[in-house]
């Protein structure tokens, strides 16, 4: 089990070097599709989608707290659910001005993070009864904030696209 503190570090690590790498591309390069990931997003659309995964895990840890189920829980209910929170979620940002998705990268982020500090340890480690794969919030949150090498690597998984 990854404690706050080490959630914190990795997530703090990984945003320093995902927002480093987006500072040095020019407005243009920034805005560009077709040179990320699968080759249709930009950083700009990159930037959209970790601010959609941390807005998942922001409105999980309020709701737990709350005594809620998380509606954002629904998202993924059956196949290619993440495909499809994911397309959605570029797609939402597609013609917002791209200091405006900066701006929320850098506040979603600062909010992810706050919100884990805030939370208890005994909070983090309760069980989490509205997802089958994850038995605790850490754990949710570390899902929702993951990549194939595990909790809280998302934006590692997309480091190799901005280095290219």
Known sequence: MITREEA????????????????????????????MGSGEWSAKDLAAHMGVWEE???ETIRAFAHGERPSDEDLFIGPG?????????VRRF???PADDVR???????RRVVTSIEATS????????PYYPDDDTL???????LASDDGRFTHASAHLPDLRA
């Open 8 to 35: 914190v570090r990795l997530l703090e690590e990984q945003h320093a070097e995902l927002a480093t790498l987006f500072q040095e591309l020019d407005p243009d390069a920034f805005v560009r599709r077709g040179t």
């Open 56 to 58: 998942f895990a922001i």
């Open 81 to 89: 659910a993440g495909d499809r929170v994911n397309a959605e979620g």
């Open 94 to 96: 597609l013609d917002a």
């Open 103 to 109: 701006s929320r990268f850098e506040d979603l982020h």
């Open 121 to 128: 340890d005994e909070t983090w480690t309760s069980a989490y």
């Open 138 to 144: 850490g754990e949710r949150i570390g899902s929702l």
